[in-house]
């Protein structure tokens, strides 16, 4: 299995809504990553997970909540988002360490619409 | 610090004809480029990747990419472009010192006509 597969592909939810994207892999990577994208920009990073801790924190406001609860799975829990949160959602996988050559795998994303 | 620049918004080619997608880079260390490919409302295709070594490489889909040290380039190429081409194409440098972390450019869409 080489993919990382994303649930739910497309979300519409009201900015009192508490909703959660999930992200699934079995390529045994052990690093896992959100990415929010706007339309026609690159991906921007929000969380990494290495080992099932989270390694790095963008600054991301507090009404996205990452989770990993073990070393397949990644979550994204939401609540209180804004309409400007609307965008493409996606997760991304790799191997975990310094060697150069260790690329992403990126899922299909989750187009959240936020109303 | 790392970044890599694409000067193009938007290239335009017709079917057939050769295309370059233009990638520039700026890093402190050893560069370790990628391409990736997106189409519409999918995630990002890995394309191909630059470590070391031979400065022509060779990805998927027929694409291939030149590393230039002395022009810190690393431009994206096909020799006959297909219409299926056509989608939104992402250079990016990964941090040789801080595992994990990639820094894309600003995407160029990629038109290929009939």
Redesign the interface.
Known sequence: DTEVTQTPKHLVMGMTNKKSLKCEQHMGHRAMYWYKQKAKKPPELMFVYSYEKLSINESVPSRFSPECPNSSLLNLHLHALQPEDSALYLCASSQVGRAPNYGYTFGSGTRLTVV | AQSVAQPEDQVNVAEGNPLTVKCTYSVSG?P?L?W?VQYP??????LL?Y??GDNLVKGSYGFEAEFNKSQTSFHLKKPSALVSDSA?Y?CAV?H??Y????Y????T?LNVKP
Not at chain 2, 41 to 46: A, H, I, M, S
Not at chain 2, 99 to 102: A, D, L, R, W
């Open positions: 050893n370790y990628f990736y409302n999918r995630g990002l295709q890995f990747k470590i070391t939104l992402f990964r040789a010192s595992f994990n972390k990639f894309f450019g600003s995407g869409k």
